[in-house]
């Protein structure tokens, strides 16, 4: 679950990590009241999840209350990358004199945490990684002695920081570890991490990650979840227990397995055609959430296709043929639908499809050059 600016501020302020004041605001009127609480200089912030918010015109400096209004007129509503602004921080305004990057994430492929810094704070870290990865300095961190101040001096000293800082570097730093280890995430950023005229370190923005299979221990964070700008079909899909990610193709890919999902969104891509979502329905799925799956994909205006790949174990192949029969009969659609059921009681389930005229196919390969065609022509393919 990623979290919005303003949520992880609050966590990183809770672990001693300095964050500019500042108030959530859901209308202009609150942003002036906001701004004229704070004094001076205050900058607006849109409050989505999605990157390039300072681009997409979503940050705005304000002098004074009433400018800052008029830039909260101008920033809720709008759009950022498909999403609708709700609320908007105001934070005071820093004078800053550098701006720094400091990061932990997960490294799943070390199987452990890293901590990263790097001098050119303030812009996208991933394209200084790609274009000028010798300005990130990086350590990994031990899991049995967590993050030590001996790492971060090190750190500190790779990306030539003023030693001045060095006690407050350090001291964030590990307030940082900290906030990821107590919140159950894997990532936890602050960029900027800026420097101020007056010598302070303070965390301009700041970016959260939780794993969402620790919610069941950050009971505040669980309920947090209900400010998230989910869409209708990714709130479906929680409530089922899905695994589903939007994507921007036409064909809706349903399976079990993560793995699964990964190859044949592979095969879809081998045929020409583009994955129009990833859903996992998991091990062992009854009829019902397959049902709620496919209400999910059809849901999708951009869905020409849909391709079914489920490998029978846990999950019974006639199982998710019935589930795909009550979906239609909920949600009658003439999207085509190539199933590939192999695996547990998967004679029984393509019997049930074939007596309903369900399109079906015994190979990956097959079901998904079917399902490509069938979306391209725009029409149902033949049975196999």
Do not use: W
């Amino acid at each position: 679950m990623n979290l919005y600016e303003f949520q992880s501020k609050q966590i990183f302020a809770k672990h001693g990590i300095p964050i500019p004041k500042g108030e959530l605001a859901q209308t202009p009127e609150e942003a002036e009241e906001i701004a004229a609480r704070l004094g001076g200089r205050v900058v607006v912030k849109a409050q989505v999840l999605a990157g390039g918010r300072g681009k997409a015109g979503g940050i705005r400096l304000a002098e004074t209350p009433a400018e800052a209004r008029a830039a909260a007129e101008a920033i809720l509503g709008m759009q950022i990358k498909g999403l609708t602004v709700r609320r908007v921080l105001v934070d005071q305004a820093a004078d800053i004199a550098q701006e720094l990057y400091l990061g932990i994430v997960l490294d799943r492929a070390g199987r452990r945490l890293v901590l990263m810094a790097s001098a050119a704070g303030g812009v996208d870290i991933e394209e200084v990684a790609a274009t000028t990865p010798e300005k990130i300095a990086r350590v990994d961190i031990d899991p049995l002695l967590g993050l030590q101040p001996y790492q971060m001096r090190q750190v500190a000293c790779d990306i030539e920081l003023d030693r001045a800082l060095l006690t407050q570097f350090t001291r964030i730093g590990l307030g940082l570890y900290e906030a990821l280890m107590y919140s159950d995430a894997t990532l936890a950023e602050i960029n900027p991490l800026a420097v101020t005229a007056g010598g302070e370190l303070l965390a301009l923005d700041g970016k959260m990650v939780v794993d969402d299979n620790g919610l069941y221990r950050q009971p505040e964070l669980a309920r947090a979840r209900e400010m998230l700008d989910e869409s209708p079909a990714e709130r479906e899909a929680r409530q089922y227990g899905l695994s589903y990610v939007k994507l921007d193709g036409y064909i809706g890919c349903m399976v079990n397995g993560a793995g699964l999902a990964m190859a044949t969104m592979d095969m879809t891509k081998l045929y020409g055609g583009a994955p129009a979502n990833f859903l996992d329905i998991g091990g062992g799925a009854r009829a019902d959430r397959v049902a709620a799956a496919l209400r999910i994909i059809l849901a999708d205006p951009n869905v020409r296709a849909v391709l079914i790949n489920i490998f029978g174990g846990i999950t019974r192949c006639d199982e998710v043929a019935r589930g795909i029969l009550e979906a239609f009969a909920q949600v009658p659609s003439k999207v085509p639908v190539v199933v590939r059921l192999i695996g547990t009681n998967e004679e029984e389930g393509r019997r049930l499809l074939a007596e309903a005229n369900f399109i079906t196919a015994r190979t990956l390969s097959e079901a998904a050059r079917l399902a490509v065609e069938a979306a391209q022509a725009g029409a149902a393919v033949p049975a196999a």
